[in-house]
C-alpha cells in the first residue's frame, strides 16, 4: 500500500514536501522507489526516483530543484522535497514502486507496478 500526502497549492518559486507510506508486499518486493506526475491531456513524467542502494536519479526537468529521499530511520517513508516550483510542474503526483532499475522507470514510468492514489500539486 501506498499513501502520498503533502500536495498543495503554491506560488511559483515555492516549496513543497511530499511524502509517501509505504508498506507491505508493495515495498519489500520492490527495488526501486519513486515518483511520477500527470497533467490533464499529458503523458505521465518520471520525475525522481531511489533504489534500495540509495541510488537517485530525477528528470531534467526537475534536476537541482527536487530532491529525493527515504527516511534514514524509517526506510518505508519516501519524500520528495520540492523547491522553485514553476507552473509547469502543476500535475498529480503519484509515488510508485517497481521491480526494475529506476533507470527504466524515470523513463518509462508506466513500468512501475503499483502506485498511490496520487496527490495534487498546483504552482500559480
Known amino acids: 500500500q501506498l499513501v502520498e500526502s503533502g500536495g498543495g497549492s503554491v506560488q511559483a518559486g515555492g516549496s513543497l514536501r511530499l511524502a509517501c507510506a509505504a508498506s507491505g508486499y508493495t515495498y519489500y518486493s520492490s527495488y526501486c522507489l519513486g515518483w511520477f506526475r500527470q497533467a490533464p491531456g499529458k503523458k505521465r513524467e518520471g520525475v525522481a526516483a531511489?533504489?534500495?542502494?540509495?541510488?537517485?536519479?530525477y528528470a531534467d526537468s526537475v534536476k537541482g530543484r527536487f530532491t529525493v529521499s527515504r527516511d534514514g530511520s524509517d526506510k518505508y517513508t519516501l519524500y520528495l522535497q520540492m523547491n522553485g516550483l514553476k507552473p509547469e510542474d502543476t500535475a498529480m503526483y503519484y509515488c510508485?514502486?517497481?521491480?526494475?532499475?529506476?533507470?527504466?522507470?524515470?523513463?518509462?514510468?508506466?513500468?512501475?507496478?503499483?502506485r498511490g492514489q496520487g496527490t495534487q500539486v498546483t504552482v500559480s
Open positions: 510508485a514502486t517497481s521491480v526494475s532499475a529506476c533507470g527504466v522507470v524515470i523513463t518509462a514510468p508506466n513500468e512501475y507496478n503499483y
Open positions: 531511489v533504489d534500495l542502494d540509495d541510488y537517485t536519479i
